[in-house]
C-alpha cells in the first residue's frame, strides 16, 4: 500500500484515507510502520468514527486496533479496539526516601517485591491465597456481586481466579518499578490490568461482536474482522459496557492493592517513609463516555493515556530509559490524550532475534532486573526513543517528574 501523503499542520500531522477519514497524529521524529498505518486507515474509514483519528507518537501495530490510538465513535464501539487486557494502565506515587535511602544492592528488594506480588500468568501469577487486605478489598468493592450478574446472564465468560489474582502483577510488558526523580526522591510505579478476567470479558465481547455483525442488516462493511462494532441500543452493546466496566474497576483496585503491597515489602526492609499527598492511577486501554466537538461519543483509549486540562497521567519508557509523570494540557485536538509510553519499535520475535543477552546486560546494567533470554523481548533498545516520543506531543503534556528506574520487577 501507498504510505499516505502527510501534510504539516500546528503540531501535528493531518492526512485524509481513501475511504474519507481523516487522522490527526503526533509523530514528528518517531517511526510509524507501514502495518500500522494500513491499520489506521481502516480504523479511520469507519463511518462512526468521530471527527478524527488521533494519533499518539508511540503508535505502533497492535492486535485489534493500532497501539497508540485514539478512537472516538458514535454510535458504536469495537470491542477489539478496546482489546483484552481491558484497564490496563499504571500507578505511581512519591515517597519521602531519597538514594541515600536505598542499599548499595537492591536484589534483596527486588525479591522481597516478587514474594509480596505474584508475576507471571496462569497458577504462578496468582496468591496461594489472598492476602486479607486484597480480600477485604474486593468484598468492599462491589465486584463480585456486579461479575455475578454478567456472568449469570453470559455463561460463556469463565470467572477464572479474579479473587486470587487481585494485586497481582501478570506478565509481557506489566512491571513494577523503584525509580528516582530529579531529587533523587523514591517513587514506586506499577503497570497492570484486569488479569485473567478481564482477557475472558474482552475474548468473549470481541467474539459476540463478530457474530452479531454477521447478523445485522446495516450494509456496513468492516475491512478487518477485528473491527467488528456493538451498536448503541442493542442488548449486547448495554452488556458490553456493563462488563468492560467492571474489568476497568477491577484493572484499578488491582493496581491499588498491588501497590499496597510493594509498600509493605519497602517499610519491611527501608527506613520508615512517607507518602506523597497524591497517588497517580491511569487507565491506558479503556473505553469511556466523553463530550468532544460538540457531541457525546465513546473514547476508546487504546494505548493512549486521558490528559485534560490539569489531569496527572504516566508515560513510562523501558526497563533502562526514563519516564515521566507528566499534567495533561487539554489538547481538544487529541481528544485530551497522550501517549502512554515509549512504544514498541519492533515486534517480540524480531527483539529476541536482533538483540543478545549481553546486549540486555549493558543496556540495563544500572537497573536491578531480570538479566537473563526471558525478558530481551522487552529490552529498551524494542522500544522507541523516549525522548523523541516525549518531543513529539510537548503540545499534550506538560512533564511534572522526570523519573529513572533502579529496581524493574518483571512478569
Avoid at 8 to 20: C, I, N, P, Q, R
Avoid at 29 to 35: R, T
Avoid at 110 to 116: A, L, V, W
Wanted: neutral net charge; hydrophobic residues 40%; proline residues 3%.
Amino acid at each position: 500500500m501507498e504510505a499516505p501523503d502527510f501534510g504539516t499542520m500546528s503540531e501535528f500531522d493531518v492526512f485524509e484515507t481513501s475511504a474519507g477519514g481523516r487522522i490527526k497524529a503526533w509523530v514528528k521524529g518517531v517511526p510509524v510502520e507501514e502495518s500500522a498505518r494500513h491499520q489506521l486507515e481502516n480504523v479511520a474509514g469507519l463511518p462512526f468514527i468521530h471527527s478524527h483519528l488521533a494519533v499518539m507518537p508511540d503508535v505502533h501495530f497492535g492486535r485489534g486496533a493500532t497501539v497508540g490510538s485514539v478512537i472516538p465513535t458514535k454510535g458504536a464501539i469495537i470491542p477489539a479496539a478496546v482489546g483484552v487486557d481491558i484497564g490496563c494502565g499504571m500507578m505511581a506515587i512519591g515517597t519521602s526516601l531519597t538514594a541515600n535511602d536505598l542499599p548499595d544492592s537492591l536484589a534483596a528488594i527486588r525479591s522481597e517485591i516478587e514474594r509480596k506480588v505474584p508475576v507471571g500468568n496462569g497458577r504462578a501469577g496468582s496468591h496461594k491465597e489472598a492476602p486479607a487486605r486484597a480480600a477485604t478489598a474486593l468484598r468492599n468493592s462491589g465486584l463480585v456481586d456486579r461479575l455475578e450478574a454478567i456472568t449469570r446472564k453470559h455463561k460463556r465468560i469463565q470467572r477464572t481466579a479474579f479473587a486470587k489474582q487481585l494485586g497481582s502483577l501478570g506478565g509481557g510488558n506489566h512491571f513494577i518499578e523503584l525509580c528516582l526523580d530529579e531529587a533523587d526522591h523514591v517513587w514506586v510505579m506499577l503497570h497492570s490490568g484486569s488479569r485473567g478476567t478481564g482477557n475472558v470479558i474482552g475474548t468473549y465481547f470481541i467474539q459476540e461482536a463478530r457474530e452479531a455483525l454477521e447478523k445485522r442488516v446495516l450494509g456496513y462493511h468492516v475491512p478487518d474482522r477485528d473491527l467488528a462494532f456493538l451498536v448503541e441500543g442493542e442488548e449486547l452493546f448495554a452488556d458490553y459496557i456493563d462488563a468492560v466496566g467492571w474489568a476497568q474497576d477491577y484493572a484499578r483496585l488491582n493496581r491499588e492493592v498491588m501497590m499496597d503491597r510493594v509498600l509493605i515489602a519497602m517499610r519491611e526492609m527501608l527506613p520508615p517513609f512517607t507518602l506523597a499527598k497524591q497517588a497517580v492511577n491511569c487507565h491506558h486501554n479503556y473505553v469511556q463516555r466523553e463530550h468532544h466537538f460538540g457531541a457525546d461519543v465513546w473514547v476508546t483509549r487504546k494505548g493512549a493515556v486521558r490528559a485534560g486540562e490539569g489531569e496527572l497521567g504516566i508515560i513510562p519508557g523501558s526497563m533502562g530509559a526514563k519516564s515521566f509523570i507528566v499534567r495533561g494540557k487539554g489538547n481538544a485536538e487529541s481528544f485530551c490524550s497522550c501517549s502512554h509510553g515509549a512504544g514498541r519499535a519492533m515486534s517480540r520475535t524480531e527483539a529476541k532475534r536482533r538483540f543478545t543477552l549481553e546486549d540486555h546486560i549493558a543496556a540495563t546494567a544500572a537497573v536491578e532486573c531480570r538479566k537473563d533470554a526471558g525478558v530481551i523481548d522487552e529490552t529498551p533498545m524494542a522500544y522507541k526513543d523516549i525522548d523523541a516520543v516525549m518531543a513529539a506531543q510537548s503540545d499534550l503534556v506538560e512533564v511534572v517528574h522526570t523519573l529513572r528506574q533502579v529496581v524493574c520487577v518483571k512478569g
